[in-house]
Structures are given as structure tokens and as C-alpha cells.
């Protein structure tokens, strides 16, 4: 079992920046691929970036040369730095989890992931 927390989310205006993060506890952490997902009301989750054991990083286009993902294995810990945020950003940010023995592997489908966090709310407004 791996529960993920996440935290950082807030209300900011659009062009701002915000990081936020996703502390996992209960498993050895280096042994899952990441990633963050977002959902807004009305709309079904959307992948956002994902990170691989081996920090190969990979990113939806909507969000490409804005947000960067990384992984600090030492504090069981996943980020995503969040710049030029758009209001179409606003969203609750998720980070998820993934066993796996490939050490390249990243994975961009909600059905792919073995734990969630509970989410981590980010208004941007205009």
C-alpha cells in the first residue's frame, strides 16, 4: 500500500507560478513510475505529466514548456512546477502512482495507476 499526499495548490493569477507536491509513505518509493493527472467540474481526469523511475519525463501538449515534473527519491517525493499558469489550468491536481519493474516506463492513462492521492485544488483566475 503507498498513500500520497499532496499539497501546494492555491488561488493565482494567471501568468503566476505555483509548485506543487506529492509526499508518498508506505512503500519503497523508487520502485513506482508517477505522474499528475487534473480534473475539472464537468470534465473527465486529464493527464497533465509523468515521470519515470529513472526520471524520463513526459508531458500532455497543453501543458508543455510550462510545467516540469521531478522526483526526489531521498523524500519519497514527486513535484510539479507549475509556471504561465492559464485559467484553463484551474483544476484539482492528482498525483498517482504506479509499480513497475522498467525503470523507463511512464504512463498517461488513469486506469494505469495503483494509488492516488486526494487531490490538491489550483484556481487560476484571469
Known amino acids: 500500500q503507498v498513500h500520497l499526499v499532496e499539497s501546494g495548490g492555491a488561488l493565482v493569477q494567471a501568468g503566476g507560478s505555483l509548485r506543487l507536491s506529492c509526499e508518498a509513505s508506505?512503500?519503497?518509493?523508487?520502485?513506482?513510475?508517477m505522474a499528475w493527472f487534473r480534473q475539472s467540474p464537468g470534465k473527465e481526469r486529464e493527464f497533465v505529466a509523468a515521470i519515470s523511475r529513472s526520471a524520463m519525463t513526459y508531458y500532455a501538449n497543453s501543458v508543455k514548456g510550462r510545467f516540469t515534473i521531478s522526483r526526489d527519491n531521498a523524500k519519497n517525493t514527486v513535484y510539479l512546477q507549475m509556471n504561465s499558469l492559464k485559467p484553463e489550468d484551474t483544476a484539482v491536481y492528482s498525483c498517482s502512482a504506479k509499480r513497475t519493474s522498467n525503470s523507463n516506463l511512464v504512463f498517461d492513462k488513469p486506469y494505469d495507476a495503483d494509488y492516488w492521492g486526494q487531490g490538491t485544488q489550483v484556481t487560476v483566475s484571469s
Open positions: 508506505g512503500r519503497t518509493f523508487s520502485d513506482y513510475a
